[in-house]
């Protein structure tokens, strides 16, 4: 069931915040690049887009493994920084979307409100912008993640700054690397906190719109390969609306699945357990 705002929600707003994200971007163009720009754009893309894949995902929304409570605080912490709110609010939405997958009750269809709604429009709309706790009780007793939930943008600017010390530091150890402060802080903090958004955005529209549909399930879930590598396995979604307690996406071994290979070497060191395989029913289930 939607909640009464969730009801009255359906026209995209409009986010300052997000604005201005996209805009400071442009900085890029005022510090220094090459391979220490690189370098910190893809690690903190890769720790990011991981973050959210395993813990938001994977863990809070579908519960499909299992982890100590400081395991799972650092998952809700590190995804908080990527300025994608906090896991109970986003735990609480994706479940809402697997239960009303592309029906007028989906909060982010691309059938019923377009490609621009389920992309972007849904995250602008300051009705969505509410937790129903209600939807993760699981999760809500835990205080830590409460705090989070009330203070959302904090770990984020936390991590700027963060990175502009990080970078400042390394400037005046070794100055001949080419690093500096604001070069980390634009590359490594708003050109990539932009990409992991829009990589998370195209599941919800691109991966209900565009791709191969092993299974013929109720939504418009596809397997889009090219976001199964940029989204670190996100991409095989027509497989997650299939099985989604499942902790592997990727169910052929051509399927490339990182975030599942990630968690499986964190199992090896004991830092999760009890992931969640596909049965072999549903492995060798065919379209009618
Ligand atoms: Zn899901
Ligand atoms: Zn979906």
Redesign the pocket.
Known sequence: MKTPSEKSAGRPGFSIPLLFMHLACAGVFFVPGGWPAFFIFVLMYVLHVFALTAGY?RYF??KTYQTSRTFQFVLALLGTTAAQRDPLWWASH?RM??MNSDTEDDVHSPRHHGFWWAHIGWVMNRQLCETDLNRVKDFSKYPELLWLNRHPYIPAFALAILLLGAGSVLNLLFPTLGVSGWQFVFYGFFLSTVAVYHVTFCINSVAHLHGRRRYDVADDSRNNWVLGLVAMGEGWHNN?HRY?VSTRQGFQWWEIDLSYWILRALQRVGLVWGIREPPRSVLTERKP
Do not use: E, T
């Open positions: 995902h929304s579908h994706h979307h697997h997650h989604a």
